[in-house]
């Protein structure tokens, strides 16, 4: 789309502009896209997963990588996405979808916070903690599209995954432990873990999983666990790991 191309430009060369007047414009709402761009710096043209990637740009720890001439796979089930994508992020592929392990007709009702569409989930855990840390509520419950882990896999076929991003509000070590079943290991994934610290992220079921299937954290945030696949790391052309000793 001609007018996706042109609002791309537009914001690589303000980008460009604010970095030379010294200001640092970064999409994550963590600083996440900052660090993720130090591990995954060199990679031409890299391919990403994001599963639940929201809004195209705010918030976001791939739109950073899509203006370095990165693209992928966008899923989000929220309403409303799918003309946004197609505007501002034409080179992807935008799911307008919930990913499942198998998709139930029965059972896909997805909590909707209208104020806060960040929020929305499958999770009835998540539900009670927003309501009883945050006084939260869902403003109601809305039917979803569903894609498939399998018919996720297809899509990917036999292209290197890059960066895979998940943020699901508590589901994220259903599908990550789905995902690498399917024999998908990402060189890179970014994985929303709340509650976890420096401290105490080694009683993190995520981490401890994807330890034993290759991976490190890397790096952590106050909202994102970054971990990279070990088997990678010499093909990392980042100058910023040289002087990593693992």
């Known amino acids: ?114 104020k806060n569409t960040d929020l929305n989930t499958f999770s009835k855990k998540r539900v009670l903690i927003q309501q009883k840390l945050y006084g939260r509520y869902p403003t109601k419950k809305i039917k979803v599209n569903q894609i498939t882990i399998q018919s996720l896999t297809k899509l990917i076929s036999k292209k290197e995954l890059h960066l895979l991003n998940i943020d699901i509000e508590g589901l994220e070590e259903i599908i990550i432990k789905s995902l690498l079943k399917k024999k998908i290991f990402p060189w890179c994934i970014a994985i929303e873990e709340l509650g976890k610290t420096c401290e105490n992220i080694n009683k993190s079921k995520i ?6 299937n290759g ?25 910023y790991v040289r002087e990593l000793n693992l």
């Open 207 to 212: 981490k401890k999983f994807l330890n034993k």
């Open 1 to 114: 789309m001609f007018i996706s191309y042109i609002i791309k430009k537009l914001i690589v060369f303000l980008k460009l502009f604010f970095n030379k007047l010294g200001f640092a414009i970064n999409f994550s709402s963590d600083g996440e896209d900052i660090i993720l761009q130090k591990w995954l710096a060199g990679i031409n043209k890299g391919f990403y997963i994001d599963i639940g990637s929201h809004k195209p740009f705010y918030s976001s720890n791939t739109y950073a990588f899509y203006l370095n001439n990165w693209s992928g796979i966008c899923i989000d089930p929220n309403p409303g996405l799918k003309f946004k994508y197609s505007l501002l992020r034409s080179s992807d592929l935008f799911l307008n979808s919930a990913i499942v392990l198998k998709k139930n007709r029965k059972n896909n009702l997805f909590y909707y916070y209208k």
């Open 215 to 239: 991976y490190f954290l890397a790096s952590k945030t106050f909202l994102t666990s970054i971990y990279i696949r070990k088997s990678i790391l010499k093909k990392l052309p980042s100058k």
